[in-house]
């Protein structure tokens, strides 16, 4: 059984939860509720749970405001919110997982799944990257990201490239490492794309920044800083030599 809480200021949102729960997630136990920051620190505090479901608007302050009262994170936090572009934004950088208001029964039975297959961990970093994110309110820096054994938060600007593998991605870093992720290169193509990232191939994302150069020989492909070969599709073609124009 997963031991849980839920804090949300919106007593009908809470009801509705556990009785979503109780029909769609029977492994969910909940040992406890709160309506508000406060009230939820203190839960918290006093209840050693594996599941905390966090709204984020609430009355005294924000479900964030949570997160720099306790000293430390060691279980998972699913956050519960009515839409708000840039926290959802804040989330998959984080690699957190958000449901959106009203709560939909097959997300809300996927989002349980995953945090029963994920470790016990301290989660510290992996929640300081999202306060850092919500707090500056600027484009992230860095991002964290999943692998089958463990969450990795790493810099953009290290990144040199991505390649899909499947329904998984391989990062390349600029210092030789490499890191299978359980996410798809569709996933990451939005998200990086400010950061100066391009989709050249189906399979492949580059950082523009770890661009060496342009052949056009060979069917034409590019040369990264790490001397890595990355093919570039037909139809990319003239995108990728007006980008390196403009650069």
């Known amino acids: 059984m997963l031991k849980a809480v839920i804090i949300d200021d919106v007593q009908q949102a809470r009801e509705t939860l556990k009785k979503d729960l109780a029909a769609y997630c029977p492994e969910v136990e909940i040992l406890g509720e709160a309506d508000g920051v406060v009230s939820g620190a203190k839960l918290l505090k006093a209840t050693e749970v594996d599941l905390v ?91 964290a990201l999943h692998t089958l054994e463990k969450i990795q938060v790493t810099e953009i600007q290290d990144i040199i490239r991505c390649e899909s593998s499947g329904n998984y991605t391989t990062f390349f870093f600029a210092n030789s490492d490499k890191l299978l992720v359980t996410k798809t290169l569709k996933d990451y193509d939005k998200m990086l794309n400010e950061h100066g990232f391009v989709r050249v191939h189906q399979s492949h994302l580059v950082n523009s920044n770890q661009i060496k150069e342009y052949v056009k020989t060979e069917g034409g492909y590019l040369v990264m800083k790490d001397d890595s070969r990355v093919p570039v599709s037909l139809r990319k073609k003239p995108m990728v030599v007006k980008m390196l124009d403009a650069l």
């Open 53 to 143: 479901f966090l709204d984020i608007q609430m009355q005294d302050g924000s479900g964030f405001d949570i997160l720099e009262i306790l000293p430390e994170i060691k279980f998972k936090i699913i956050f519960t919110t009515a839409s708000d572009a840039f926290a959802i934004k804040a989330f998959r950088f984080s690699a957190i997982d958000y449901l959106l208001k009203p709560i939909d029964p097959d997300e809300l039975v996927e989002a349980v799944a995953k945090v029963e297959q994920e470790s016990k961990s301290d989660n510290t970093e992996q929640y300081d990257l999202l306060l850092d994110t919500v707090k500056t309110q600027n484009k992230p820096e860095r991002l």
